[in-house]
């Protein structure tokens, strides 16, 4: 017995928190109630009466009310807003430019009549003319257009000029047809099928009597291929194949006797950037990669002097692209860029120094004299694979879907997916067809009565899916002027693809009865 008054103290019990409390008949899940672990981040999320919960049951309930509401709110957003997600991302080094990319050294006066420079245009070019002449259609958006078929239709506004009816009296000297130029290092891959198949091209959809292709390349092994001599052959006056000089071609130029004319590099960058501007500065015209399919008439972009972009991101410092050119011979722009290039560092191998980089320093240079700049074709014109899974071509050398549509696997919404897709996810059910075009044709399904050839956000569908002849693509491919496949070489089109069914067939058929015009005594 203790003494009155005096007390003894009851056994306390350790929990698992490392707390202490006294047993009581009234709670006897405390010590369950406390085995969950503590953490103070949970002690600042949760309210009190959630810091201990009773049961495991309990937290279950609370993170499966996380997730639903998770689901639910990402289920608003995604029906309210689009995503539109662009990754791309490239190291510059900060010497570079600094040195390189932002110094806006003054043009070497190739555009003032009486400098030195002007003076090695040799009177071939005007500079008025060049400048201020209106020109008859528009080539250049001034914003890229990344949605639905916007680039296309834009590319549909330049309209072909009628082709004249060939006579004796139109016939057109060889040097004084619209030049063509293209180029292959036969040192590095020899000249197939898939390389023919840029020469037939350009034979079945240009105007042979008042064009010329000419195909440089570094040796003259080249000449004899069996593939090249047919077109020389078939063509003796619109085709011909000629060896690089590249001291001979930058004479009268500020790289005359530059040792940086003898760069090359395994991929045959440098070599071919510098190349394509000596070429149109000797002879003009346009510069086409032999990795190229043309699908229309290129004479009404040839009023412009101009390069192309690159794709419809517009890359930092690689927005233009020089597969695609053309410049008028001794251009006042390739002058400037000869005393540009002639007074920088030399280029890295392999790099775009003497591509895209130095397009965007003498673009810029251009503007900062108040010279009006050349002009930039939208990516589509010539290269529609590079842009938006919505909206570019289908890659050309993976087959055909099975269903045969184009792009029909996006999900339909407010970026205009449905104008590419036979089906998208707000159109009708399953085996509604939808067309475009003037041939409309009723929905064979559902009760609403959303005009045929429409979906129910006025977007029209492509016929049949859009990948058939006659369809969707096949009217874009006539609106844009090439297709650029970017090398590949190992590869090959799939038969009966898209490739095959829309181009390579039909530049067969146009070379059937496509004969050049009787030469006459040069």
Excluded at 14 to 20: H, I, K, V
Excluded at 110 to 131: I, K, M, N, Q, R
Excluded at 277 to 286: D, S
Excluded at 462 to 475: I, M, S, V
Aim: net charge negative; glycine share 8%; proline share 7%.
């Amino acid at each position: 017995m203790s003494p009155r008054g005096s007390y003894e103290a009851l056994p306390l019990h350790e929990t698992a928190d490392g707390l202490e409390y006294p047993p009581s008949i009234c709670s006897p899940s405390r010590r369950r109630r406390s085995s969950l672990p503590r953490h103070p981040f949970l002690s600042i999320l949760l309210p009190w009466h959630w810091k201990r919960p009773r049961s495991w049951r309990s937290l279950t309930f609370l993170v499966s009310a996380l997730c639903g509401i998770l689901v639910l709110a990402t289920y608003i957003v995604w029906s309210v807003w689009e995503p539109r997600v662009q990754l791309d991302i490239s190291w510059y080094s900060r010497d570079w430019i600094q040195n390189e990319i932002l110094p806006l050294s003054p043009l070497a006066g190739c555009f003032e009549e009486g400098s030195p420079a002007h003076a090695s245009l040799g009177g071939a070019y005007d500079v008025a003319d060049a400048l201020w002449t209106p020109r008859t259609y528009e080539v250049q958006a001034g914003i890229s257009m990344r949605l639905g078929m916007d680039c296309y239709e834009m590319a549909g506004t330049i309209g072909n000029r009628p082709n004249r009816t060939a006579r004796p009296d139109d016939w057109v000297h060889p040097e004084e047809r619209r030049q063509f130029h293209t180029y292959w290092r036969n040192d590095l891959a020899g000249f197939g099928a898939r390389q023919e198949q840029m020469f037939r091209s350009f034979f079945a959809t240009q105007d042979v009597d008042r064009s010329r292709l000419v195909l440089w390349t570094n040796g003259p092994e080249l000449a004899g291929d069996p593939a090249v001599k047919k077109y020389v052959e078939a063509f003796p006056e619109s085709f011909a194949v000629r060896v690089v000089d590249v001291q001979a071609l930058a004479s009268g130029t500020a790289m005359e006797g530059s040792p940086l004319l003898d760069t090359h590099d395994t991929r045959a960058w440098v070599d071919s950037d510098l190349l394509r501007l000596l070429v149109i500065w000797k002879l003009g015209g346009t510069w086409i990669d032999m990795d190229m399919l043309l699908t229309r008439d290129l004479a009404p972009l040839l009023e412009h002097e101009f390069v192309t972009q690159w794709d419809c991101w517009d890359r930092s410092f690689a927005a233009m692209n020089g597969a695609f050119m053309h410049f008028r011979r001794h251009s006042a722009y390739l002058c400037e860029a000869f005393h540009l290039m002639a007074n920088s560092s030399a280029p890295r191998s392999p790099s775009m120094d003497w591509g895209a980089y130095l397009y965007l320093r003498l673009h810029r240079r251009l503007l900062a004299a108040g010279v009006p700049p050349f002009k930039v074709l939208p990516s589509c014109f010539t290269d529609p694979l590079m842009c938006r899974l919505d909206n570019r071509v289908p890659e050309p050398f993976a087959p055909d879907r099975a269903d045969g549509r184009w792009l029909g696997w996006v999900w339909g919404s407010g970026s205009g997916m449905g104008t590419w897709a036979g089906r998208g996810l707000w159109g009708g059910g399953a085996g509604t067809r939808y067309v475009d075009g003037d041939a409309a044709e009723t929905s064979t399904e559902g009760e609403d009565e959303t005009p045929a050839g429409m979906d129910k956000l006025d977007r029209p569908y492509a016929a049949d899916g859009g990948l058939e002849e006659g369809g969707a693509l096949d009217r874009a491919l006539h609106k844009i002027f090439a297709l650029h496949v970017h090398n590949r070489w190992d590869k090959q089109f799939p038969e009966n693809g898209w490739i095959d069914r829309l181009l390579l067939r039909r530049y067969d058929r146009a070379l059937e009865g496509k004969a050049p015009q009787e030469s006459q005594e040069l």
